[in-house]
């Protein structure tokens, strides 16, 4: 019936069409204003975008508990931390003002979180914990997707992800085990080192894995093979991390002693070298460059060092009076990421450092300054290094130009390639 009871004398489908031309515009019409209701905001964003300062690096991200783990992403401006508590955090980082954001977050490890890394795409994110499991989520969704319950017999230390499947782990016991995530199961489990395994790495081919320790040995293992390689005679104090640095020439392991113990590829046995970083400790290592790399210490200085020649350049940041727990890398080397007992994840530019020209001179040249150049615009600023006017904070120059920086004479005991 049409409208005051007289029948619509139009054809069905004459009606059906008309009312669709009605909906059919009501529906554009809302199409349209939901297009503009985003334009606007999207607008807005960019606004705030060009409102907020521009900082040289992310802020600090503070948290409630120590940071024990920290990975960042290989592709995005993303970071992973884990934490004493077994809380798992996953974070967009920006250099805009307040532009760090927390994506997700887990409470599935039961003890603490002692290592995490993403795999090689960036689209998964491995764990372990002191509570002997591996958690596997994907970064996305934030979503756990696998657990590997007592993974270890003894509770596990460290994690190295060498592609999409294929992890190691290493455990408290001095067990190491290789898992192909594809089978679910470990493919290789053996030990061959009486301590803690602190750190691991592999080179770009995945054909050796090596491992520090403890009892102050370098252990490395054919993948491939499934197999037990070489262990170096024992130093004398514990080897807590190792890099791989001149494209896969050299070994570089740091100590609780505070020194560098270089290693020739292919010649584990023996370190070929020793460099003295001048700090109470090597606690964690990352590499900046084929030749450059920073070292965390117990004292709270991020030390930048280079390899071949064999020199410590400077300081490129620091966690004031604590120790440093972890370091990591940013996808475009830009910047490095330190995690301290201060409870707070830092952010240093490296962009000075890139650019430092280490000359190989004689060993007879003596520092001609005490302390260590400053080697970031942060690590210069009296918020990092001179806040705490009760205390005496440790002494960093700020000097242009190429300085020598540490005794090259004590530094290291041969720059040669050998």
Sequence with gaps: MAAGGVADSRPVDDRTTANEHVNGGYMATLKR?????????????????????????????????????????????IFAAGD???????????????????LWSSGHHQKACRDLSFSPSGTELFSVSKDKAILLFDVELG???????????????SLLVMSEHLVATG????????????????????????DYISCMAADNHNRILLATSGDGTLCSFNIRRRRFDVLSEPQDSDLTSVVIMKEGHKVV???TEGRL????????????????????????????????????????????????PNRVIGALGQHLHHPVECLAVSHDSH??????????IKFWSTAKLRQEKVSNRGKTQRRRAQGLRALSSKAGTENDFFSELDSEPIPVEKLDGDHETADEEEDSESDSDT
Excluded at 59 to 71: G, M, Q, R
Excluded at 177 to 192: A, C, I, K, N, T
């Design 33 to 77: 204003s939901d297009d503009l209701g985003q334009e606007m905001e999207e607008s807005e964003e960019m606004e705030n975008l060009k409102t907020q300062q521009k900082l040289e690096t992310p802020e600090d991200v503070s948290f409630e508990a120590c940071v024990s783990s920290l990975s960042l992403h290989p592709q995005k401006d």
């Design 84 to 102: 004493l508590d077994g809380d798992l955090f996953v974070y967009s980082y920006s250099c805009f003002d307040r532009g760090n954001r927390e």
């Design 143 to 157: 979503r756990l997707v696998q657990v590997v319950k007592k993974a270890h017999d003894t509770p596990i230390y």
């Design 171 to 194: 455990d408290d016991s001095g067990t190491v085990r290789l898992w192909d995530f594809r089978q679910g199961s470990y493919v290789m489990s053996l030990q061959e080192q009486d």
């Design 253 to 255: 392991c740091g100590s």
């Design 261 to 308: 113990h270089i290693f020739n590829w292919d010649g584990f046995g023996v370190p070929s070298d020793h460099l003295r970083t001048n700090g109470p400790t090597v606690d964690c290592l990352a590499s900046v460059s084929t030749q450059l790399l920073c070292a965390g210490a117990m004292d709270g200085i991020i030390r930048a060092v280079s390899i071949l």
């Design 335 to 344: 910047l490095l990421a330190s995690a301290g007992h201060d409870q707070r």
